[in-house]
């Protein structure tokens, strides 16, 4: 651990920080998996943040209540850069966050992965915007760490059932057609 130990991981309490600021982000990595169905354990939060300007203070402002302390990139052994300059990490009292601008697998970031997410209601008014599991694929897939390709089977499976359950709640062959107000009126359309 760096200038912070942790002896707790409660993610609402760093949800709920972002969301009373108003942070624009998706929920990626572990905790998004875990809210989808994956059977992990988790003890860091990971969020894809908008870039637009207006962000910034916003996550200043949700660091600043959690107490957030930046942690240091690490060198490689010989002393060159970080390989990934694209996630900035930091503690809290609450745990771990991650803010990963790029993920891998998606140069976009925020923009690309923002229109497949569903908002989920994780109990205590927290609703943060939850990376579909088809981009939490691509995100896996694209580390090539070990640990996040043995998750794909899984992940998979979960999409499988998403869209399976999608099936059952779209209707299937013609619509009756439901009378409008200006049918009702007389009112040709």
């Known amino acids: ?43 860091g939060v990971d969020i894809c943040p908008s870039r637009l300007r207006e962000n910034g203070p916003r996550i200043e402002e949700a660091f600043d209540d959690l107490g957030a302390v930046p942690v240091p990139a690490q060198t490689a052994p010989d002393g060159a850069q970080p390989e990934d300059e694209t996630i900035f990490r930091f503690n809290t009292p609450a745990g771990p966050v991650n803010l990963v601008v790029i993920p891998h697998g998606v140069p976009k970031g925020y923009d690309a992965i923002r229109t497949a997410a569903t908002r989920e209601n994780l109990g205590g008014g927290i ?15 694209a580390t090539g760490r ?14 499988k059932l998403e869209t399976r359950l999608s099936r059952l709640v779209e209707p299937s062959g013609p619509r009756p057609e439901n009378p409008t107000p200006e049918r009702d009126r007389g009112i040709g359309i």
Do not use: C, K, N, W
């Open 146 to 159: 070990p640990e996040d390709l043995a998750r794909l089977p899984e992940l998979q499976h979960i999409l």
């Open 127 to 141: 609703q943060p915007l939850v990376a579909h599991t088809a981009d939490l694929i691509t995100m896996a897939a």
């Open 1 to 43: 651990m760096s200038t912070l130990e942790f002896e707790r991981f409660d993610p609402r309490e760093i949800l709920a920080a972002f969301q009373r600021a108003e942070v624009a982000y998706v929920l990626i990595g572990g905790l998004a998996r875990v809210i989808r169905g994956s059977d992990e354990i988790t003890y």
